[in-house]
């Protein structure tokens, strides 16, 4: 593909193409938010990142290979560059392969469909080849579909209410980019819906990936595994973790109490790291989040912890450099500066205060949308969009 001018384009919070140069530019301020190694590892630990190039799972993996020089493999499911650039995440790999050769890190990216059985024989191939066996498991997986390899059934996730329908408020943006304050109702979740989404976005492929590695014999003594996940506000609960989507993540937390009594036998722990509210591509399809956000931000502004920066916490209590900040359900918090009471009640004022008419001074829009427009390279700070780039990039090859 012939060097060109990379626009967005696309409907929503979905851009069709991706660029390149803003993507790369994304990950090094990214990098930029990590504290320096406090000393060379002598041991250095291996690590298996699933779902490595994009929110979450993306941060994890900087910071594990900046903060503390990890090995290992990351797995994502990127588009590789075709009639259209590749996806973004394809771009951040590249990149993020840039800042493990940098690290010194045997690091190796794996673009392939995490839940199927073929991509687990590779990935357990490459651990056992490599390493030996594994340190560290972060799973961070958000997919609208999952296909069964065992039984060839696909199951779709949905995102809806429970029980009854529920009206809410959601920014959008016009193809201006002027801010638009809508009214959205979501029907409730058939009971075969919510059945689906509990086999996409709840913990059965991730039990798969600890019993593969089992059996394979590739789990260090003292191996911790954790699961993504997310509880966020009052405001947001009906249709997230009252809905669907929480049900899902109900059961995430279920097997990971099942992994973690599994695990003690090599002195190991299965987690669930519940993680603050952050502008993603997964969250951005959740009616009444891009508003909440907005908000938040306007009430935290440069308090509102980054994806990287409560990343760089996770790996900090993963390794033993910090303790364990568990709640009593035995979940990991990283979210307790978004959900303190009085920043939850300025929220919610705000929430209850907003018009039409209010929206661009109430919510921080702009902070919002270049955050959008961000995941996918664009409004980067730094970047020259008139100049020409070329797209054809090839996925990092292992070293």
Request: glycine fraction near 10%; charge should be negative; include cysteine.
């Amino acid at each position: 593909m012939a060097a060109r001018v990379v626009s967005p384009t696309g409907r929503g919070f979905l851009l069709l193409d991706a660029h390149p140069t803003g993507c790369f530019r994304s990950v090094a301020d990214m990098v930029a938010q990590i504290p320096a190694p406090t000393g060379t590892e002598a041991d250095p630990k291996v690590a298996l990142v699933i779902g490595s190039s994009a929110g979450y799972g993306l941060a994890a993996t900087l910071a594990g290979l900046r903060r503390h020089g990890i090995h290992g493999v990351g797995v994502a499911f990127e588009r590789p560059p075709g009639r259209r650039t590749g996806t973004a995440g394809w771009y951040r790999t590249i990149a993020t392969d840039a800042v493990a050769a940098e690290a010194g890190s045997d690091f190796t990216f794996v673009n392939a469909d995490a839940f199927a059985d073929t991509t687990k024989d590779e990935v357990l191939d490459l651990i056992a080849k490599r390493f030996g066996q594994l340190d560290f498991l972060v799973y961070s997986v958000a997919a609208p579909r999952r296909t069964d390899p065992r039984t060839g059934t696909t199951y779709a996730s949905v995102i809806k209410p429970l029980g009854s329908a529920h009206t809410t408020r959601t920014l959008e943006f016009d193809s201006d980019g002027t801010p638009l304050l809508r009214e959205v109702t979501a029907q409730p979740a058939g009971e075969a819906e919510a059945a689906d989404t509990v086999q996409v976005m709840g913990g059965e492929d991730w039990s798969r990936w600890i019993t593969a590695l089992e059996d394979r014999k590739l789990l260090r003594s003292g191996f911790r595994t954790v699961a993504l996940s997310y509880i966020g506000s009052s405001l947001t609960a009906a249709i997230y973790r009252d809905g669907t989507i929480g049900a899902a993540k109900v059961h995430l937390e279920q097997t990971a109490r099942e992994l973690d009594e599994r695990l003690a036998a090599i002195g190991g722990r299965a987690l669930t790291s519940v993680n603050g509210a952050a502008v993603t591509q997964a969250s951005t399809a959740i009616p009444g989040i891009a508003l909440y956000v907005s908000l938040l931000h306007a009430v935290l502004g440069d308090a509102l912890q980054s994806p990287v920066e409560q990343s760089v916490r996770l790996w900090d209590q993963l390794t033993g450099a910090a303790p364990l900040d568990l709640d009593e359900q035995g979940r990991l918090r990283l979210d307790r500066w978004e959900l303190d009471p009085d920043v939850q009640a300025a929220v919610a004022e705000r929430w209850r205060a907003i018009t039409p008419e209010t929206i661009a001074e109430v919510a921080d829009v702009d902070w919002f949308r270049a955050q959008f427009r961000g995941l996918y390279g664009f409004d980067v700070p730094g970047v020259d969009y008139a100049a020409p780039v070329d797209p054809d990039l090839e996925w990092p090859a292992p070293r």
